[in-house]
């Protein structure tokens, strides 16, 4: 049974309603159930809202329910927010996905597996699809090291660059420097700045245009939640929550490419 105390009306304590008797001579002033609370001096017990919880009789107060946690209306307790979790995952994953196809697609260093000279062109053969993309391949440098020629290896010698096919790539005469004969090798890496790194592609799209198409999506997704209102009845740190797993999906798609 509730706790009633008599009371002069309007002189309820927090957490208790004034409830009249039933033939009209006193009141009552009783605890709100769990569910519900009341700020007390005559005003009745309201419903706690969606995400919020009463977990005992007389409460002042409704709680906040905590993260990954969810509460209908009128609840003494919070439960696991499956909605919300599964925005967590989907954000996480999305971002992991779309970082680690932006980062494979920069390849530092790529491997040489031969260097000869087939007729007046000096042709690299790559260990694997070197993933350079065929635009502004005009204006595209790059530098050799670990080749063991004097010439290639040189640190002050950028050559310039044409795509034959996925695994092949010609290299151009450096500007101002006649290149040398007999420069074949079979060893040894090929380098291009950061800039020109972010045009590789594997194909013709470039790793920037990737990165501009793909890594905004689960920002997006979190901010089109927020503003038709998707959590509006979660704590405003379940979106910080939605942007922690963003940041650590990047991460883990960085690590998964390195």
């Known amino acids: 049974a509730k706790h009633r105390t008599t009371c002069a009306s309007g002189s309820c304590r927090p957490g208790t309603e004034e409830v009249g008797s039933a033939n009209g001579t006193a009141n009552y002033c009783s605890r709100c159930p769990a569910g519900r609370s009341s700020l007390g001096l005559g005003l009745p017990c309201q419903a706690c809202s969606p995400g919020r919880f009463a977990e005992v009789d007389g409460s002042e107060q ?3 329910c905590g993260a990954f946690l969810h509460s209908a209306r009128g609840s003494a307790r919070c439960r696991p927010d499956l909605t919300f979790i599964a925005s967590f995952v989907t954000c996480f994953m999305l971002q992991m996905a779309s970082v680690c196809i932006v980062a494979l697609r920069i390849n530092r260093d790529i491997a040489i597996a031969d260097i000869s000279q087939l007729g007046e062109k000096l042709v690299v053969s790559t ?9 502004a391949q005009r204006t595209r440098v790059v530098t050799l090291q670990g080749t063991g020629h004097p010439f290639l290896d040189s640190p002050g010698v950028a050559f310039g660059l044409r795509v034959l096919d996925p695994s092949r790539l010609e290299l151009r005469e450096p500007k101002g420097q006649s290149m040398p004969e007999n420069m074949d090798a079979s060893m040894g890496v090929l380098r291009q700045s950061v800039m020109q790194e972010l045009l590789n592609g594997g194909s013709d799209v470039p790793a920037v245009l990737m990165a501009c198409l793909v890594l905004p999506i689960p920002a997006l997704l979190a901010l089109v939640s927020l503003a038709r209102g998707a959590f509006h009845d979660r704590g405003t740190y379940s979106f910080l929550w939605l942007f922690v ?12 490419a390195l």
Not at 127 to 135: A, C, K
Not at 245 to 256: C, D, E, K, Q, R
């Open 127 to 135: 260990s694997r699809p070197h993933g350079v993309s065929r635009l």
């Open 62 to 64: 409704c709680g906040l």
């Open 245 to 256: 797993s963003i940041v650590a999906g990047a991460l883990s798609g960085v690590a998964l």
